[in-house]
């Protein structure tokens, strides 16, 4: 049987008497040590708790209608990913893989199968209930970040939390408390154009966790960003995973990512390969 | 669910996307909606100051000056008459001078009828195919015609409806009271019958009527020159009168036009004529009552016989004229000398006439005399004393600029011709300073309309209202006004002293301008903030599809949205509204103070006159439209919106 990261994580931070930083570098030393081998697979890694199923597809079919011709996105996708998994999505432009993640993400509905998120099955959710699903479960950072330009960072890291009706206070804390993990509080005031890059992706990742969702879907996180930042930005994913156990999902053309990741599943024609 | 205070930060963000177009949309719309605003707040505040003027002007009471609507054709004949009319002068034609053939004869006189003017005489424009017979006119100044017109005068009294009596019961349905005289005919002749003395000159060759144009308004401001007076109940004319003191009256009180009395006397007192710029009317004015108030005048009162008689001493010189150094000329036997000075009387010249000729006129008058028809030659001189002025007012004369068309608008349209005699005042005088003598010679003077007009029962009069709505009522509902050429009704009828139904008139042309405007402004304005709010959420698409990824939900959205809108709107009603009173107050600040100087010339208020302002923010239809302002930006943003929120944000976040 599999260690349950979680567990360990737990153990990790209670040995180190809470002290998050010393707690995340001895977490790095023993999950590099333990990475299995990158495999293309549907099936969790060893280090996976498989009764903590948080994500399931079944048989999933997604077709468009382009004119006359219909298109399949994705056939017969059946996968399941665990609690505290950090899993990317790879293949080619067009294999679907987008498409896949707005399935977890509950942004879109398969033509056929089945997808349950935190054992709730998706398709039979109402429009408001999925909304809910993803204001409370799910985090979502964006290639191109989408952060309010007229907005000032803190309040852009406040938008899905306006969503929940939170009084502004807890937001505040919740915002501040972010913006000091992601390293950007001396940004605080500041509006997106005043920040780089990096600076931008992290506020975006940032934003996705205001709501402490259970999972984070990543859509080509480092797409725009230098090798540099791109090696940050892994690190914070990381970092979350193994701080907070929050499942990760990330559609990816970086191998390092890919590297990362507890699993990766490559996509080729909307099939799992 | 979404806090507002959210939605609003969240909205306040979107301002900012999109704005130039976003900004271009708020001014065009603001604009719309400002025009209606300065419409809105100019016609409230023309309204409302029309409405103190008006209400200044008649003492709270709304007037109503009515006369009989008798069609001519039932007091006399048509110039043009039909078969049976001349069927029936000539049949009564016959009878009179039979009655009166006796009744010279039972005198001992022969009476010869052809000395009479016939009662119809060739028509040559007649129409060639009638009969003979019809191809006649009548003559008015016939006896015949007189007498029939007398008759028929009788006939329609006794079965007539619109006397005072039918005026009072059809004025008690509105609570009307007051019933005094207005413009009745004072029975003293028009020039040449009375010549102004000026100067202490008669101008005897000033023959005719001087009316200086078509209108009412050149008569009335030549109506001293004209000799044209009629009386008037004293309360009608209250806001003119200068004084009511009746102890000290030299002469008969009279309320003339400021324009004529500047004109004839302003050079005796030190009065220019009207000025004018409208700002210095007022001014003017003031001038000519202060300096006129009790300026005294006098006229000359001729009969028809000292009449003919100056016209016989005219001919006779000129006839004496032309014949000069012909011997076979004779000279007139009677002539006469011009009256000496002003008012004398007419004295013989030179008297040659024989024995027989002057039997022959002695018998004559004596013959007059018996039947009595005798006329004596008869002067009076007549002396007025100005108790007030009044400003005429020019009938509708569109060319004199906006200011004379304004207040052609305010003040009723029935200018009089005459000159007033306060009724209870000229009661108060001396015998000797009346002219009720005059009057008795000339009762047969004027046409027969004119002499009917005198009957009590015919006469022109006030009626008083409490309300505006009872004045109105009774206009529309028992009388025609003047203008209205085919009346059915009893009575003519039409405002008094103030045009009161401006108010009708304003309200119909603002509902007019308002019921044209308002949808046009709100159709335009939807179309803008309907194109701009689609353009802006079209714009937004991705943000609103990265705001349901995070977990908003359809309401959500619609709430930023909502909030937006208003957003919007507010700044289009706030411009608006700064816009609509910043032009109105620009109108007001540049045509009020004029305005204020033509109403105060049209009303005749001089002193507390209130001034025309055409600002006025109490309308509720002002509340109405900022209203609309926020009802036609929701309602031209439903469908975008609706739109807007159906959307798939996976579609919107795939155009990436």
């Given at each position: 049987?599999?260690?349950?990261?979680?567990n360990k994580i737990k153990d990790f931070i209670s040995h180190y008497d809470g002290d998050l930083l010393k707690a995340h570098a001895a977490l790095d030393d023993y999950f590099s040590r333990q990475k299995a081998v990158v495999i293309s697979s549907?099936?969790?890694?060893?280090?996976?708790?498989?009764?903590?199923?948080?994500?399931?597809?079944?048989?999933?079919?997604?077709?468009?209608?382009?004119?006359?011709?219909?298109?399949?996105?994705?056939?017969?996708?059946?996968?399941?990913?665990?609690?505290?998994?950090?899993?990317?999505?790879?293949?080619?432009?067009?294999?679907?893989?987008?498409?896949?993640?707005?399935?977890?993400?509950?942004?879109?509905?398969?033509?056929?199968?089945?997808?349950?998120?935190?054992?709730?099955?998706?398709?039979?959710?109402?429009?408001?209930?999925?909304?809910?699903?993803?204001?409370?479960?799910?985090?979502?950072?964006?290639?191109?970040?989408?952060?309010?330009?007229?907005?000032?960072?803190?309040?852009?890291?406040?938008?899905?939390?306006?969503?929940?009706?939170?009084?502004?206070?807890?937001?505040?804390?919740?915002?501040?408390?972010?913006?000091?993990?992601?390293?950007?509080?001396?940004?605080?005031?500041?509006?997106?154009?005043?920040?780089?890059?990096?600076?931008?992706?992290?506020?975006?990742?940032?934003?996705?966790?205001?709501?402490?969702?259970?999972?984070?879907?990543?859509?080509?996180?480092?797409?725009?960003?230098?090798?540099?930042?791109?090696?940050?930005?892994?690190?914070?994913?990381?970092?979350?995973?193994?701080?907070?156990?929050?499942?990760?999902?990330?559609?990816?053309?970086?191998?390092?990512?890919?590297?990362?990741?507890?699993?990766?599943?490559?996509?080729?024609?909307?099939?799992?390969? | 669910?979404?806090?507002?205070?959210?939605?609003?930060?969240?909205?306040?963000?979107?301002?900012?996307?999109?704005?130039?177009?976003?900004?271009?949309?708020?001014?065009?719309?603001?604009?719309?909606?400002?025009?209606?605003?300065?419409?809105?707040?100019?016609?409230?505040?023309?309204?409302?100051?029309?409405?103190?003027?008006?209400?200044?002007?008649?003492?709270?009471?709304?007037?109503?000056?009515?006369?009989?609507?008798?069609?001519?054709?039932?007091?006399?004949?048509?110039?043009?008459?039909?078969?049976?009319?001349?069927?029936?002068?000539?049949?009564?034609?016959?009878?009179?001078?039979?009655?009166?053939?006796?009744?010279?004869?039972?005198?001992?006189?022969?009476?010869?009828?052809?000395?009479?003017?016939?009662?119809?005489?060739?028509?040559?424009?007649?129409?060639?195919?009638?009969?003979?017979?019809?191809?006649?006119?009548?003559?008015?100044?016939?006896?015949?015609?007189?007498?029939?017109?007398?008759?028929?005068?009788?006939?329609?009294?006794?079965?007539?409806?619109?006397?005072?009596?039918?005026?009072?019961?059809?004025?008690?349905?509105?609570?009307?009271?007051?019933?005094?005289?207005?413009?009745?005919?004072?029975?003293?002749?028009?020039?040449?019958?009375?010549?102004?003395?000026?100067?202490?000159?008669?101008?005897?060759?000033?023959?005719?009527?001087?009316?200086?144009?078509?209108?009412?308004?050149?008569?009335?401001?030549?109506?001293?020159?004209?000799?044209?007076?009629?009386?008037?109940?004293?309360?009608?004319?209250?806001?003119?009168?200068?004084?009511?003191?009746?102890?000290?009256?030299?002469?008969?009180?009279?309320?003339?036009?400021?324009?004529?009395?500047?004109?004839?006397?302003?050079?005796?007192?030190?009065?220019?004529?009207?000025?004018?710029?409208?700002?210095?009317?007022?001014?003017?004015?003031?001038?000519?009552?202060?300096?006129?108030?009790?300026?005294?005048?006098?006229?000359?009162?001729?009969?028809?016989?000292?009449?003919?008689?100056?016209?016989?001493?005219?001919?006779?010189?000129?006839?004496?004229?032309?014949?000069?150094?012909?011997?076979?000329?004779?000279?007139?036997?009677?002539?006469?000398?011009?009256?000496?000075?002003?008012?004398?009387?007419?004295?013989?010249?030179?008297?040659?006439?024989?024995?027989?000729?002057?039997?022959?006129?002695?018998?004559?008058?004596?013959?007059?005399?018996?039947?009595?028809?005798?006329?004596?030659?008869?002067?009076?001189?007549?002396?007025?004393?100005?108790?007030?002025v009044k400003y005429a007012q020019p009938y509708l004369d569109y060319t004199k600029g906006i200011n004379e068309y304004l207040k052609s608008l305010l003040v009723s349209q029935n200018s009089p011709m005459n000159i007033d005699i306060p009724i209870?005042?000229?009661?108060?005088?001396?015998?000797?300073?009346?002219?009720?003598?005059?009057?008795?010679?000339?009762?047969?003077?004027?046409?027969?309309?004119?002499?009917?007009?005198?009957?009590?029962?015919?006469?022109?009069?006030?009626?008083?209202?409490?309300?505006?709505?009872?004045?109105?009522?009774?206009?529309?509902?028992?009388?025609?006004?003047?203008?209205?050429?085919?009346?059915?009704?009893a009575f003519i009828g039409d405002p008094y002293g103030s045009n009161y139904l401006i108010l009708d008139e304003i309200s119909k042309l603002f509902n007019k301008v308002v019921t044209i405007a308002f949808p046009a402004a709100l159709g335009l304005?939807?179309?803008?903030?309907?194109?701009?709010?689609?353009?802006?959420?079209?714009?937004?698409?991705?943000?609103?599809?990265?705001?349901?990824?995070?977990?908003?939900?359809?309401?959500?959205?619609?709430?930023?949205?909502?909030?937006?809108?208003?957003?919007?709107?507010?700044?289009?009603?706030?411009?608006?509204?700064?816009?609509?009173?910043?032009?109105?107050?620009?109108?007001?600040?540049?045509?009020?103070?004029?305005?204020?100087?033509?109403?105060?010339?049209?009303?005749?208020?001089?002193?507390?006159?209130?001034?025309?302002?055409?600002?006025?923010?109490?309308?509720?239809?002002?509340?109405?439209?900022?209203?609309?302002?926020?009802?036609?930006?929701?309602?031209?943003?439903?469908?975008?919106?609706?739109?807007?929120?159906?959307?798939?944000?996976?579609?919107?976040?795939?155009?990436?």
């Open positions: 049987m599999t260690e349950n990261p979680n549907p099936s969790p890694s060893p280090l996976t708790n498989t009764d903590d199923k948080i994500i399931s597809l079944e048989n999933v079919f997604k077709k468009y209608k382009l004119g006359k011709q219909t298109i399949e996105a994705l056939s017969d996708v059946s996968l399941s990913i665990y609690n505290g998994e950090f899993v990317a999505i790879t293949g080619v432009s067009g294999s679907g893989k987008s498409t896949l993640l707005q399935m977890i993400g509950c942004l879109d509905k398969p033509t056929s199968g089945t997808v349950i998120i935190e054992n709730k099955v998706t398709t039979k959710l109402s429009d408001n209930a999925l909304s809910e699903l993803r204001q409370k479960s799910i985090g979502f950072i964006f290639q191109s970040f989408y952060l309010q330009p007229f907005l000032r960072l803190s309040d852009n890291l406040a938008v899905p939390a306006m969503f929940t009706s939170e009084k502004k206070e807890v937001i505040n804390s919740k915002v501040e408390r972010l913006l000091q993990q992601v390293g950007l509080s001396e940004r605080a005031k500041h509006f997106p154009k005043e920040l780089s890059g990096g600076q931008i992706q992290r506020a975006a990742i940032a934003r996705a966790l205001i709501n402490n969702p259970r999972i984070i879907l990543a859509d080509e996180p480092t797409g725009n960003l230098d090798s540099a930042n791109s090696n940050s930005i892994i690190e914070l994913f990381r970092n979350i995973r193994e701080t907070l156990g929050t499942t990760i999902v990330v559609v990816t053309h970086d191998a390092e990512i890919a590297r990362q990741a507890d699993r990766v599943i490559v996509l080729k024609d909307g099939k799992i390969a | 669910m979404i806090r507002t205070s959210y939605s609003f930060k969240l909205a306040r963000t979107k301002l900012r996307s999109k704005r130039g177009i976003l900004v271009t949309s708020i001014i065009v719309a603001s604009l719309l909606f400002a025009a209606l605003i300065a419409t809105v707040v100019v016609f409230s505040g023309a309204e409302k100051s029309a409405s103190e003027f008006i209400k200044k002007a008649g003492n709270d009471r709304y007037l109503v000056k009515t006369s009989p609507n008798i069609p001519y054709e039932k007091l006399s004949f048509l110039l043009i008459p039909s078969l049976a009319d001349i069927r029936e002068i000539k049949s009564f034609e016959k009878v009179y001078y039979q009655e009166l053939r006796e009744k010279y004869k039972s005198l001992g006189l022969q009476y010869d009828e052809k000395s009479e003017v016939p009662a119809l005489e060739p028509y040559v424009y007649a129409d060639k195919t009638l009969p003979e017979e019809q191809r006649v006119r009548v003559n008015l100044q016939s006896p015949v015609i007189q007498e029939m017109d007398e008759r028929k005068f009788e006939e329609y009294y006794k079965t007539a409806t619109n006397k005072l009596s039918n005026l009072k019961e059809a004025g008690a349905k509105y609570g009307a009271s007051g019933y005094s005289i207005v413009d009745k005919n004072s029975g003293l002749p028009n020039i040449p019958g009375l010549r102004l003395i000026q100067n202490n000159k008669e101008d005897i060759s000033d023959l005719g009527l001087k009316s200086g144009d078509s209108t009412s308004y050149g008569y009335y401001t030549n109506a001293i020159h004209n000799g044209m007076y009629g009386f008037t109940d004293q309360k009608n004319l209250s806001r003119y009168l200068l004084t009511t003191d009746t102890e000290n009256l030299e002469g008969i009180p009279v309320i003339v036009s400021a324009q004529e009395a500047a004109s004839l006397f302003g050079n005796e007192v030190g009065v220019g004529e009207e000025p004018d710029a409208p700002a210095e009317k007022k001014t003017w004015l003031k001038n000519v009552q202060s300096k006129l108030n009790k300026h005294i005048y006098q006229v000359c009162y001729r009969n028809s016989v000292e009449q003919a008689l100056l016209d016989k001493i005219q001919r006779d010189f000129a006839e004496m004229k032309n014949n000069e150094g012909n011997k076979e000329y004779e000279k007139p036997s009677l002539t006469y000398n011009y009256p000496e000075g002003a008012c004398d009387g007419i004295t013989i010249k030179e008297d040659t006439r024989t024995v027989t000729e002057k039997q022959s006129e002695a018998k004559l008058e004596e013959t007059q005399k018996k039947l009595g028809t005798y006329v004596a030659p008869e002067h009076k001189l007549l002396t007025f004393q100005i108790v007030g209870q005042m000229y009661n108060s005088l001396p015998d000797t300073l009346k002219f009720d003598d005059v009057v008795k010679q000339q009762a047969k003077s004027g046409t027969v309309l004119q002499r009917a007009f005198e009957n009590e029962d015919f006469a022109m009069r006030v009626l008083e209202f409490t309300n505006v709505e009872d004045a109105r009522s009774f206009l529309n509902k028992e009388t025609c006004p003047a203008s209205e050429t085919d009346c059915d009704k304005a939807a179309i803008i903030i309907w194109f701009t709010i689609s353009r802006i959420m079209a714009e937004n698409r991705k943000e609103t599809a990265v705001y349901r990824a995070m977990g908003a939900k359809r309401r959500d959205v619609t709430g930023i949205y909502i909030v937006y809108i208003f957003l919007v709107a507010l700044q289009i009603a706030m411009v608006s509204v700064i816009l609509g009173l910043a032009a109105a107050f620009t109108i007001d600040y540049f045509y009020g103070n004029a305005l204020t100087d033509t109403a105060v010339t049209a009303f005749g208020i001089i002193d507390d006159a209130p001034r025309f302002s055409l600002f006025s923010i109490d309308s509720p239809l002002l509340l109405i439209v900022v209203a609309s302002i926020f009802l036609i930006s929701f309602i031209a943003s439903i469908q975008p919106l609706i739109r807007n929120v159906r959307r798939s944000p996976i579609h919107d976040m795939r155009e990436e």
